[in-house]
């Protein structure tokens, strides 16, 4: 296959923003310079490095590594390698990343969480094209072609002294802006065509949904703070609830709302533990729940519970709030809602999710704890 058609197939849309950016890689990739790669989180900025090791003709593999993803710690001997007993685990010799990405591409995805010191060592790598693992004075040689990128702003990053204006220098040869969803949406057509395509290669026997005029539009419309990763997991979502349905605009805004609900559910969930801390601690609970109580000391509970689960608190603390907004409610499953500043239907599921069984009157609402089986 023609590799501008493939290209083209990668990074898919129309727009001046994404064909602007598909001539960039077109152009730098037979050339053995550092690219730069800077956008915002979930736009595509892997698909760039992909783009340019399939138009550059190199033999070798594309190695990504995502330097936020693993521990400052880890990362140099990730990256580096190391030999047998360079350190505590090393229990046999091990290539690095950059000895894998021989006759390839290597892909730094967020280079402005590389440590200070370790930006100083990949520096010299760059300078002088070999590399020592970890326990070992050889110098390998390695040849890799250089992509990195960041979400972040990384000349304020040098200014605040955060990265190495030298390193910046060797690895921003070649900078491609990534755009935000935002600023191409005459491409969401285009990707949506494609990402229900490929939910329904991944599902087979799912009947994919369609958007009406009305749908696209509203999809349109939409900012899209997640940009492509967001608009997947849109899609998937809307796959499952709709499938076989023609989706207009009503739907995507259920659809769009639900992330959005999460986020404010979170929030308002922290509003009502201010405002039910006393309820909360002098309602009748089971007393193996750790119950918020009034001036808590919430940092107490990292030096104090060398086993704390953040996930089990938060659990803990929404039963501790949905009992006292119970009680507070007289039962009524729209008041406690209103308390806790959540939907009915919210509530009534998180009732579920937790387990505590409940049977309602419809006529008023009431909820009447039932007891859960042995």
């Known amino acids: 296959m023609n590799s501008n058609l493939h290209l083209a197939r990668m990074i898919i849309g129309s727009s001046f923003a994404t064909c602007k ?13 550092a690219v730069m790669a800077q956008g915002p989180t979930g736009a595509g900025k892997e698909l760039v490095a992909r783009g340019i090791h399939l138009m550059s003709g190199r033999k070798g593999k594309l190695v990504a590594v995502n330097c936020a993803a693993i521990p400052s710690d880890l ?6 390698g190391y030999e047998k007993g360079a350190f505590t685990g090393a229990e046999k010799r091990r290539a690095g990343r950059f000895e894998e990405a021989k006759g390839g591409t290597l892909f730094l995805d967020e280079i402005g969480d590389m440590p200070l010191e370790l930006q100083a060592k990949l520096l010299r790598i760059l300078e002088s094209r070999v590399v020592q693992r970890v326990g ?4 390998i040689p390695v040849d890799f072609r250089l992509v990195c990128a960041t979400h972040q702003n990384i000349e304020a990053q040098v200014e605040e002294r955060q990265f190495r204006a030298d390193l910046l220098y060797r690895i921003n040869v070649f900078p491609i802006r ?3 969803l935002a600023e191409r949406r005459e491409d969401i057509p285009e990707l949506l065509r494609f990402l229900v395509l490929r939910m329904e290669s991944e599902n087979p026997g799912m009947q994919p949904p369609s958007f009406d005029p009305s749908g696209l539009t509203a999809l349109q419309k939409y900012s899209w703070p997640g940009n492509i990763r967001e608009l997947r997991n849109f899609i998937e979502r809307a796959s499952v609830l709709y499938s076989g349905q023609k ?5 995507v805004s259920s659809l769009l709302s639900f992330d959005a609900e999460k986020e404010v559910e979170q929030a308002t969930l922290w509003d009502a533990l201010e405002n039910l801390q006393e309820q909360a601690a002098t309602s009748n ?14 940092a107490s509970l990292l030096t104090e519970n060398t086993d704390f689960n953040l996930k089990d ?9 949905i009992k006292a907004a119970l009680e507070q409610g007289n039962g009524s499953a729209p008041d406690a809602a209103r308390i806790l500043g959540l939907r009915r239907t919210t509530l009534i599921e998180k009732l579920r999710k937790f387990g505590m069984n409940t049977s309602a009157t419809p006529a008023d609402g009431q909820l009447k704890m039932k007891p859960r089986r042995a």
């Open 21 to 33: 950016m598909r001539d960039l890689i077109s152009s730098v990739a037979d050339f053995n310079v």
């Open 75 to 80: 990362l140099e001997a990730e990256l580096f």
């Open 136 to 139: 070992s004075s050889e110098e």
């Open 178 to 180: 990534v755009p935000a």
């Open 247 to 251: 989706i207009t605009a009503a739907e």
């Open 285 to 298: 609970q089971d007393k193996a729940i750790a119950e918020p109580t009034g001036e808590f000391n919430y």
């Open 313 to 321: 608190f938060m659990n803990a603390t929404e039963i501790a709030l």
